[in-house]
């Protein structure tokens, strides 16, 4: 049964944007925070940001300024709005939630070309 489900990912130039959106489904219940990872091709997964149910945010240096993340709570959404895409920033991106235990979407590609 798959909890997280991403959107939005895709192929843009750079200093392009997305909005990356991730639903968790209706089973999952008392969502604390959720957030975004991403790997790229060789690396290792890294996290992006993270935002609580109160909405308290936090977003890694690499990416301050240029990506918010935003959640509705009612509908169980986490979104990362990305601006000024650079070609580093080319990943899969995966979502996260934290409830009783740790969910993980299936991951997006984001691809910035140069």
């Known amino acids: 049964q798959v909890q997280l489900v991403e959107s939005g990912g895709g192929l843009v130039q750079a200093g392009g944007s997305l909005r990356l959106s991730c639903a968790g489904s209706?089973?999952?219940?008392?969502?604390?925070?959720m957030g975004w990872f991403r790997q790229a091709p060789g690396k290792q997964r890294e996290w992006v940001a993270t935002?609580?149910?109160?909405?308290?945010?936090n977003v890694a240096d690499s990416v301050k300024g240029r990506f918010t993340i935003s959640r509705d709570n009612a509908k169980n959404t986490v979104y990362l709005q990305m601006n000024s895409l650079k070609p580093e920033d080319t990943a899969v991106y995966y979502c996260?939630?934290?409830?009783?235990?740790?969910?993980w979407g299936q991951g997006t590609q984001v691809t910035v070309s140069s």
């Open positions: 996260q939630a934290i409830a009783n235990i740790v969910y």
């Open positions: 935002i609580s149910s109160g909405g308290l945010t």
């Open positions: 209706r089973s999952i219940f008392n969502i604390r925070a």
